[in-house]
């Protein structure tokens, strides 16, 4: 074993990780990347499918992102934000405001035209470190904006079933993933649930398994939209809180065109709050700068992190409306001040990071290439239905899930107990692509520099994987 490897094994806690699992096994221990290619201590290298847990843009070891780093650290690395302005910040702020305005409203393919009124529209930003604590703060926001504007004493959050919106306690306890929240449930607040429009899983209108490029077949009446609307009659919510378009941790679901718009409409209409976390969806992932740009949806608040520094360092940010920061104006002794903060809130380092992502991310080179892969992973994944293990295979933009399930005619699970997802990731790595999965369900998420040949590479490892794990065709 290699001696770092040891090491690890020996001192370090990994995340979502069973240790005795881990101990059994020498990890890879990556040293070195250069765009969508890792290498590790012994030189092997591998293909990063899942974007480092969905994290990185534009490649590893980009020369501009490099180069504004170094630039800025010739400056200084960090200084508080607490009490001190900075350049960099100062620049990402405004920028961040600029791509996060939803584009002008445009019929998109709902039929249903956008609105944003001014007051509404994003305006301000709040620095975190993470998406959890963009989320914190969030929660934060709309909690004591629920209550300052008289809407209610008790502010209560809603969100969807299967939700994930980070590991602090803030944000588990508006999640509703079971098997990572359930051991905690005693130190959470308490918020309500509603279905989410799971489209392959939906008990509305199920999709015929052997019709399996088709999403819904029977005529779908938008139930999913029903249960939220009925909801926000019940009672008077701070805010829904969404994924918009795919919920990444449930299982990368992609959701159906058209129902964003129509929640959105309808939390406006209930004077909810909408939170959009694009923690995983922003910066270009879902085809758009944000996912809810494809719907023409101007949330109240939107939460992004990962890739926000092209995967480079952690850094977040909450992005608000003039409406939301002006309820936290008054008189230093009234205190209404926002009452949050972290050591590193605004790093410059990060916020140079950022800038020069969105740099390349605006480009047109940028566009064009995240469009050819958009279409490339497109006609890669095609080739997956034929496998008997495939159930479902989803995508938005450059996001990806494929459903391994025990019987695709039921669409039956496969026990969590069995560790086919694990399984799989295990066999692609030995193929030289690495992507971790979720449950049965296996995320590609390539960078945007990745190649054509690269992506095959890829969707070929995944479809081995699956036939040596899980056997071959369905009959
Ligand atoms: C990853 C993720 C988070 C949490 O972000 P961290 O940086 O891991 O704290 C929150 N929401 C969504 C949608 C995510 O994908």
Redesign the pocket.
Known sequence: MHKLARLDQKYVWHPFTQMRDWAKREPIVLASGKGAVLEDVRGKKYLDANASI?TNLHGHNHPKLNAALQRQLKKVAHTSALGFANEPAALLAKRLVKVGRAVPARRNATGIAGASPSRKGLAKVFFSD????A?EVTLKMSYEFTRRTGRSRAPKFLSLQGA????TVG?VSVGHIDLFHKAYGGLLFKSDQVMSPYCYRCPFNRAKPERTDARVTRKCNWECVGKVEAKLKRRKYAALVV?PRVQ??AGMIAHPEGWLKRVGKAVRASGAQLIA?E??TGFGRTGSMFACHKETVTPDFLCV??GLTGGYLPM?ATLTTQNVFDAFLGEYEEFKTFFHGHSYTGNQLGAAAALASLEILQGAESKKKRRALENNLRDELKTLWPLAAVGDVRQEGLVAGVELVADWRTRKAFPLKAQVGIRVCEAMARRGVLTRPIGNVIPLLPPYCTTAAQLRKMVRALREAIVEVLGGAKV
């Open positions: 969905w993470d998406g959890s604590t989320l994930y919106h980070g590991d944000a994924e990444g941790a976390d923690v995983m992190a990962k977040a």
